[in-house]
């Protein structure tokens, strides 16, 4: 079938088969941040933006995301910056394979709301596992970037 | 994702199906509104004493809250639903495409067709609501979810996750005619209980659900009571 995706700004007309999940979609244009996790729903990893709403691209198939606007990471780099490196500071990644979904709920987290407590930063990424660290060093980064921000 | 062979699937994203209506006696809850527009929306949860919100905000996460729809929710009236178990607790309805407009509760307990839902019906009937949910870790799927009502003056106890599809009880005996005293409560807790039929999965035993179902129903009670 045929879809047209506005990937990062960039329209991009593609002939994708049914069953082609988003996920695959994105990677094969070059966007290899998105990565492929528990393909459960469950960890996160291969969030991304749809029409600005962070989605699991795991689940969902391209076709659904026919006319609409899909962004990675790479298409972020400029607002994630700011606080990537207040996470890095905490040492709060350590294999770094959830980096990317991560970064990408938090942005939407921050757009939603800018200044939250650390319950509903606890609460917004509930949906972002991480198999190396306790999240206290991801929770600390946020904190640190919000207390720069605001002084 | 599942391994599953899907011969004909209809799409129904481009319907205008994905909104919430309200007017001044119901919501109108479209098939593909997502579990994060019933988390979000004011409404129903200025409505439900913020009951909604609390039924759906530990349901994986947000990305996918932003995509699992109500439909599929109740469509599917899978045991661990905590949306089937909430809506129950409503005055509520839902409308088929080919079966026309029946009660949740009877549309819950009637076997999987191909019929589609279109909408969910929520009249404004007057009421309190308070949900809970036991899981084992957040996000993952209830061992029991305990959601308690009194619309119209009448009590309602709807339990999901048992591990079957959502239940409703009502007092049949009238045991908190009286209101709601620390004995009635208690007596409230116990019979539904006694009641609720449970299983055994890996997330719990029968015997620790039914337990549950008792506190639950006791906290629910005490925090519909207004403590």
């Known amino acids: ?151 | 994702m599942a391994d599953k062979n899907v011969n004909n699937a209809i799409d129904l994203s481009d319907l205008g199906l994905d909104t919430i209506t309200e007017t001044e006696t119901e919501f109108s809850i479209g098939a593909m509104v997502t579990l994060r527009q019933l988390e979000l929306h004011e409404g129903l949860n200025t409505y439900t004493q913020n009951a909604i919100r609390q039924a759906v905000c530990d349901i994986v996460g947000v990305q996918f809250r932003n995509m699992a729809t109500v439909g599929g929710s109740i469509f599917g009236r899978f045991g661990f639903s905590d949306v089937l178990t909430m809506f129950l607790t409503l005055d509520c309805d839902v409308e088929l495409f080919q079966g026309g407009i029946v009660s949740l509760e009877q549309f819950s307990q009637m076997k999987p067709d191909n019929d589609i839902l279109v909408r969910i019906i929520v009249k404004k009937t007057p009421g309190q609501f308070v949900y809970d949910s036991m899981r084992n870790t957040r996000t993952d799927f209830p061992v029991i979810a305990c959601g308690v009502s009194c619309v119209n003056e009448e009590y309602r106890f709807s339990i999901g996750a048992r591990p079957g599809k959502a239940l409703l009880l009502r007092d049949e005996e009238h045991i908190l005619k009286d209101g709601l005293t620390e004995n009635n409560i208690r007596n409230m807790s116990k019979w539904v209980a006694a009641h609720t039929p449970t299983d055994s999965n890996l997330r719990g035993s029968a015997k620790y659900r039914t337990h549950l179902i008792d506190v639950f129903v006791q906290r629910n009670l005490i925090q519909l009571r207004g403590e």
């Open chain 1, 1 to 151: 079938m045929e879809i047209q995706i506005t990937l990062n700004g960039k329209i991009i007309k593609d002939h994708v088969e049914p069953d082609c999940l988003l996920i695959d979609w994105v990677r094969k244009h070059g966007c290899y941040s998105v990565k492929r996790g528990c393909e459960t729903s469950n960890c996160g990893l291969c969030t991304v933006f749809m029409d600005g709403k962070p989605v699991l691209s795991c689940s969902m198939l391209a076709a659904r995301a026919n006319g609409h606007n899909v962004q990675t990471l790479e298409g972020l780099q400029e607002e994630a910056k700011d606080f990537v490196a207040f996470i890095a500071d905490q040492g709060a990644d350590q294999c770094g394979f959830c980096n990317p979904g991560f970064v990408m709920n938090t942005i939407s987290l921050l757009r939603e709301n800018p200044n939250p407590t650390d319950d509903e930063i606890r609460a917004y990424l509930a949906g972002n596992l991480c198999r190396c660290s306790g999240y206290e060093g991801q929770l600390r980064g946020i904190r640190n970037y919000l207390n720069h921000k605001n002084k």
